[in-house]
């Protein structure tokens, strides 16, 4: 009678998965018990084990430690990397609000000046794994935030409609205006932070601000 043995499912640890291994392998665990626990085979236990320094080399050059990351793979330009973290940490020392385009935009600019070429593109996949590589993360600015009560929406819904329908309105023929300020100088409300950061004090707001009236019709034909 023949019996078939089930596929193991591929799992890909993360580095911090294997630093905890590596150390329970130094406390004497078995690599059975570990390949068991972690849902891998002995083989990828003992190829963590042969692989211990690179590793340890590995993490021990990063700032945020292991992190989320499941291999050691590198940038394909560190010098541009190396260039473009310095100025992300430099910036946010100063509180400097930093966005993806930002980041993007510095990138081919550190790319341009260190390669002397203008081919790179700092893509969306590069600024993620860029961001993967430095731990670096998105954080909301501190700050007051506003107020609404939404349980006004659906009764005043109800009543609009109602009006639209007394007056056999078209939704063309409803329109929408409202007086607000554009603050064209204020900063965004959300930053890329490094790591280390735990949180991202807001700094005054500017003031400065042109009145605009927005006004556009329910059918989205005329605005």
Known sequence: MSSQTQKRKHKTLTIKEKCDILDRLNRNETFSSLASEYGVGRSTIYDIKKNHEKIKKFVSTTDCGPGKRQTLKKAEH???EEALYMWFLQERNRHAPISGPMLAMKAKFFYKEITKKDDFMASK????RFKSRH???????????????ATCIEPFKLRFLQKVNDFNLDPSQVYNADESGLFWRVMPNKTFVSCNEKDVPGRKVSKERVTILPCANAAGTRA
């Open 78 to 80: 560190p010098e541009v």
């Open 125 to 128: 996949g590069w600024l993620e």
């Open 135 to 149: 731990g670096i993360r998105l954080m909301t600015i501190t700050g007051e935030k506003l107020s609404n009560d």
